[in-house]
């Protein structure tokens, strides 16, 4: 059983930074997409960054030159590294799994915001960025 597990939210002014944390466990699959999402109030559930399983990055515009995703593969851990955060990135983050095989697109990003249905998801932590 795939099991993601958030941390590293919280509140912080604009222009601070934040990282988040992702503990995977559970995942069989030797070729594995990762990837962070987020929904803010009142909005659907968008893509923020992905990385494929040869570990090529992928971003929404709206975070480019900001945010950084990474993974340190032994620990089995997945990161997203947000800087200049603004008030419009205030929502909750949710960590994301699928096997590669599942994606069809070559931006690993769009790939997996078109199947969301068919990931696997983390409980979430909430990012609140003060004006």
């Known amino acids: 059983q795939v099991q993601l597990v958030e941390s590293g939210g919280g509140s912080v002014q604009s222009g601070g930074s934040l990282r988040l944390s992702c503990v995977v466990s559970?995942?069989?699959?030797?070729?594995?997409?990762m990837g962070w999402f987020r929904q803010g109030p009142g909005n659907a559930r968008e893509g923020v960054a992905a990385?494929?399983?040869?570990?090529?990055?992928s971003y929404a515009d709206s975070v480019k030159g900001r945010f950084t995703i990474s993974q340190d593969e032994s620990e089995k851990i997945l990161y997203l590294q947000m800087n200049n955060l603004k008030p419009e990135d205030t929502a909750m983050y949710y960590c994301?799994?699928?096997?590669?095989?599942?994606?069809?697109?070559?931006?690993?990003?769009?790939?997996?915001?078109?199947?969301?249905?068919?990931?696997?998801w983390g409980q979430g932590t909430q990012v609140t960025v003060s004006s």
């Open positions: 994301a799994a699928v096997s590669r095989d599942r994606v069809f697109l070559d931006d690993i990003l769009l790939g997996m915001s078109a199947i969301q249905a068919l990931l696997d």
């Open positions: 990385i494929d399983s040869d570990g090529s990055p």
């Open positions: 559970g995942i069989t699959s030797s070729s594995v997409c």
